[in-house]
């Protein structure tokens, strides 16, 4: 396989970073979090952009009472037709890990959206998945050891029991992960951001027979010297095509959207 030395643009924007990919009503959908102009600041907020993405379009705009900051979407369509999205969400604008947690909101058309409301608390940079009319919810801690967790939601999304550990044998951790898991294959796949000795530098696939135990399969992107690599989603049609944040430093605050095909 090849591996990729990130940029490549698809959208521009101040600071803008996690997308997710979904098909809404035969059309490829594109919706990413951050800050499109300096004007945005200091309210993180959600966009969804058809594609290819020109005009984007704020949906999920903070502040909601207490709740000032959203990013890191993630969506099912359930199977009553509706929409449920996972977000980080956050009561402060100062960035404390102590202030995230796991919101939802729900949309019949992917435009207009329900008042998030939390879901989980201790726990953040939500990864959602539908299999078999469940919800299953990958998650980071907000406290060490910050590992791979997944909730069963259950068939309604917002059901919350207790959370299994995710296992991989790599001696560093990831976070931004996305999941898919595809029936055709019956495959569990992840694209995750590799947190080991210099964060948001590479981004690596990994696959799994059951969503829990994992195997590293390959590093896919890797930043420029000097750069960023963040925040991966995988097309819904193949985890060969990516889009992430990515930046040519590493301040965290400059990322732009970028795609990329791995594939051999």
């Keep these: 396989m090849k ?35 300096a004007t945005d600041l200091p309210y993180d907020a959600i966009y969804r952009c058809p594609m290819p993405c020109t005009n984007p379009q704020e949906v999920i705009a903070p502040p909601y009472g207490s ?15 509706y929409w449920i999205m996972y977000m980080t969400g956050s009561t402060s ?25 939390l879901l989980i608390s201790g726990y953040w940079l939500p990864s959602a998945v539908l299999k ?38 790599q001696p560093y951790n990831y976070a931004n992960v996305d999941v898919a898991y595809h029936p055709s294959i019956n495959l569990w796949q992840m694209v995750a951001e590799n947190i080991g000795d210099l964060p948001a530098s590479q981004i690596d696939y990994l696959y799994s027979s059951d969503g829990v135990n994992w195997t590293f399969g390959q590093t896919i992107i890797t930043a420029p010297t ?24 590493r301040d ?10 791995w594939s051999p």
């Excluded at 604008?93 to 919101?103: A, K, P, V």
């Design 132 to 169: 078999d009319g469940r919800v299953y919810l990958y998650v980071n801690p907000t406290v060490s050891p910050n590992k791979q967790w997944r909730f069963d939601l259950g068939t309604s999304g917002v059901s919350v029991g207790t959370p299994v550990i995710t296992n991989h044998v």
């Design 67 to 81: 709740l000032v900051q959203v990013n890191d979407p993630t969506l099912v369509q359930m199977p009553a037709g």
């Design 3 to 37: 591996l990729i030395i990130a940029l490549s643009l698809v959208l521009q924007g101040f600071n803008i970073y996690s997308p997710e990919i979904v098909i809404q009503n035969n059309q490829t959908v594109m919706y990413f979090g951050g800050w499109m102009s």
């Design 226 to 249: 000097g750069g960023s690599v963040r925040t991966p989603a995988m097309h819904p049609g193949t985890a060969y095509y990516i889009y992430y944040g990515c930046s040519n430093t």
């Design 252 to 261: 965290g605050m400059s990322n732009q959207i970028c795609f990329e095909d």
């Design 93 to 117: 604008l100062g960035g404390e890990l102590t202030s995230q947690g796991i919101y939802f909101a729900t949309s019949w058309d992917g435009i207009a959206w329900s008042t998030p409301q």
